[in-house]
C-alpha cells in the first residue's frame, strides 16, 4: 500500500524544517504555504523578508519564558517558606 501524503510520522520528522510567519511570528512548518496561525501566504522562506525582527521576536519569547519561569520558581519558594 502506497500513502498518497505525507504521515504524521512524515510531518514529525520533518518538524525541524520550522520557519516563522513573517507576518505574526508563529512558528510554522517551511513548506507550509500559508501561516496556520494568521492565513498569510509565504511566498519562498519564511523569515525572507524581516530576519532581523524574527530574531528579536524570537530572543523576547526566550526571555519572557526565562522571566515566567524564574516567577514560577519564585512563587513556589515564596510558598515553602509559609
Ligand atoms: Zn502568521
Redesign the pocket.
Known amino acids: 500500500m502506497i500513502d498518497e501524503g505525507p504521515s504524521p510520522e512524515d510531518v514529525r520528522r520533518f518538524s525541524d524544517e520550522t520557519g516563522y510567519?513573517?507576518?505574526?511570528?508563529?512558528e510554522?512548518w517551511d513548506a507550509a504555504p500559508r501561516?496556520?496561525?494568521?492565513?498569510?501566504w509565504i511566498d519562498g522562506a519564511t523569515e525572507s523578508q524581516h530576519p532581523e525582527q524574527a530574531a528579536a521576536r524570537r530572543k523576547m519569547m526566550a526571555l519572557i519564558a526565562i522571566l515566567t519561569l524564574l516567577g514560577f520558581t519564585g512563587l513556589l519558594a515564596i510558598l515553602r517558606i509559609f
Open positions: 510567519c513573517p507576518a505574526c511570528g508563529a510554522i501561516c496556520p496561525e494568521c492565513g498569510r
